[in-house]
């Protein structure tokens, strides 16, 4: 009989031991990385609508959607045209709402952010040169008197309906990234391309100032391809230069690029885990032009070339 109880004692002091090193095995292997939650609204879905009456050809729609899932490592195809999903494809265990690691897109909700903190007079509408991330972060945080994740939540975020997000951080309570790390579902990067497209309103919401967006539009850097936290369309690097001269895009990590046509209302997210090749490497036109094309009522050529254009006549 005590020969039995010691070896349950040491056999409970044994499973003690086992369980203890699982726990500090969980806690510094699978711990919850830093973050700073970004609020959200319900996320309802978006309106969706059939190619055709949007004026895409069903047939080249089709093919354009054929080469994106044969592109490596394909992730995401949505195609929005007026505020209305006309196409969605998705692969390699990506859905509408898996939650991505935005990258460098992230610039393009900082260029709005900006116009909404000008717009409540935290910040002035000119002198802004250059795109200075953390910069614009730190004066926003100051005037606002608060964090940059939260002012993203409740000015941009949950006006569009977007579910909730969050940023990455380099550690707990350090500041968030404004140019990268902004984690969100797949599907609510059409809400930016909405109001980027909809010179600031999205689904009858003004979400950013009227005639911000022109602004984010006008080069910035010197060689003239990069606006106010977005990619001109001489950016962008394939065997032929985006379709529409209009064109502008978000480019996120891998094979992501979110690709805007104000002249058609026309908004292309395409998704690939492919590396991030030097400029030249991957064609990131492609896939954006064979939806182009699918277009039946293509912009004139003689359209205006920007939404600046259209927006502020002589510019």
Not at 100 to 111: E, N, W
Not at 189 to 203: I, N, P, Q, Y
């Amino acid at each position: 009989m005590k020969r039995g109880y010691v070896i349950g004692l040491a056999f409970g002091a044994l499973l003690l031991v086992v369980a203890f090193g699982l726990w500090r095995g969980l806690r510094s292997g699978g711990a919850v990385p830093a973050r700073a939650p970004v609020i959200g609204g319900d996320a309802g879905g978006l309106a969706h609508a059939d190619p055709a009456s949007e004026q895409f050809d069903a047939s080249e729609l089709a093919q354009a959607a054929s080469a994106a899932a044969a592109e490596p490592g394909f992730q995401a195809l949505i195609v929005m045209r007026h505020e209305h999903v006309v196409l969605e494809r998705y692969g390699h265990r990506t859905a509408a709402d898996t939650v991505i690691d935005s990258g460098a897109m992230a610039q393009g909700v900082l260029g709005l952010l900006v116009g909404i903190a000008a717009r409540d007079d935290f910040l002035p509408r000119t002198g802004l040169s250059g795109f200075r991330a953390e910069h614009l972060r730190g004066a926003i945080e100051t005037a606002a008197r608060t964090t940059y994740p939260d002012y993203l939540g409740r000015k941009l975020w949950r006006p569009m309906n977007a579910a909730p997000a969050w940023i990455a951080l380099s550690a707990p309570g350090s500041a968030a990234p404004t140019d990268c790390c902004l984690h969100a579902r797949v599907l609510d990067w059409m809400r930016v391309a909405g109001v980027l497209l909809g010179d600031g309103a999205f689904e009858g919401t003004s979400v950013a100032p009227e005639g911000w967006v022109a602004r984010m539009l006008r080069p910035v850097s010197a060689d003239g391809l990069h606006g106010f936290g977005v990619e001109l369309a001489g950016a962008a690097h394939g065997l032929e230069p985006l379709l529409f001269g209009d064109a502008f895009f978000l480019r996120g990590p891998g094979h992501w690029r979110l690709v805007m046509a104000p002249g058609a209302h026309l908004a292309v997210l395409f998704g690939a885990s492919g590396p991030a090749e030097a400029a030249g490497d991957w064609d990131e036109t492609r896939i954006a032009n064979l939806v182009f094309h699918a277009l039946r009522d293509q912009p004139a050529p003689n359209a205006p070339s920007s939404l600046l254009q259209r927006l502020v006549p002589a510019h």
